[in-house]
T-cell receptor
């Protein structure tokens, strides 16, 4: 059964710092990996989706990488801002057993201090 | 505006009551999903539907029921059989089931009194 782990569970950084959030998964047979942002009491906002054939995706100050063979993904945030404070979740879509839904990690809660 | 709407935003249930959470999307997506989120936990899948009139159980379907009579609507009923229903419920949709981005609604917070 696919398991997704995110480390650290919480992270606090000063404004302007570059940072990396980590995501690992146990089964490398995936269609894609997706990074989401969740603000307190809100739904999830999709940030980046990486297909299994891709190595990375970029959107503005965000860069996500995928190493499928080692079961790892990172989300790099450049020049962090207080508005980046949120919980970041990664999720993988497995290939086994037909159309399997997303499996989520528990998230990393990021605080960017002004 | 295109998107996913959930209602109500807050819902209170008495012991023994069934309640229904609404989820509507105007994105013309085929697939729709219901997740439950508890504090400090990741999202857990309750039910999902890949097409109208078809749905499958997720990891924690016991005590819940769904219907998919229309493409744009996927209501979730929390029955009295669900012993610990207090949680944040999120609905999502995607164009198809396999490789597409999932888009989420704003969520419904259910509290049992």
């Amino acid at each position: 059964k696919q398991e997704v782990t995110q480390i650290p569970a919480a992270l606090s950084v000063p404004e302007g710092e570059n940072l990396v959030l980590n995501c690992s998964f146990t089964d490398s047979a995936i269609y894609n990996l997706q990074w989401f942002r969740q603000d307190p009491g809100k739904g999830l906002t999709s940030l980046l989706l990486i297909q299994s054939s891709q190595r990375e995706q970029t959107s503005g100050r965000l860069n996500a990488s995928l190493d499928k063979s080692s079961g790892r993904s990172t989300l790099y945030i450049a020049a962090s801002q207080p508005g980046d404070s949120a919980t970041y979740l990664c999720a993988v879509k497995g290939m086994n057993g037909g159309n399997t839904p997303l499996v989520f990690g528990k998230g990393t809660r990021l605080s960017v201090i002004a | 505006d295109g998107g996913i709407t959930q209602s109500p935003k807050y819902l209170f249930r008495k012991e023994g009551q069934n309640v229904t959470l609404s989820c509507e999307q105007n994105l013309n997506h085929d697939a729709m999903y219901w997740y439950r989120q508890d504090p400090g936990q990741g999202l857990r899948l309750i039910y999902y539907s890949q097409i109208v009139n078809d749905f499958q159980k997720g990891d924690i379907a016991e005590g819940y029921s769904v219907s998919r009579e229309k493409k744009e609507s996927f209501p979730l009923t929390v029955t009295s059989a669900q012993k610990n229903p207090t949680a944040f419920y999120l609905c999502a949709s995607s164009l198809s089931g396999r490789t597409d981005t999932q888009y989420f609604g704003p969520g419904t917070r259910l509290t049992v009194l």
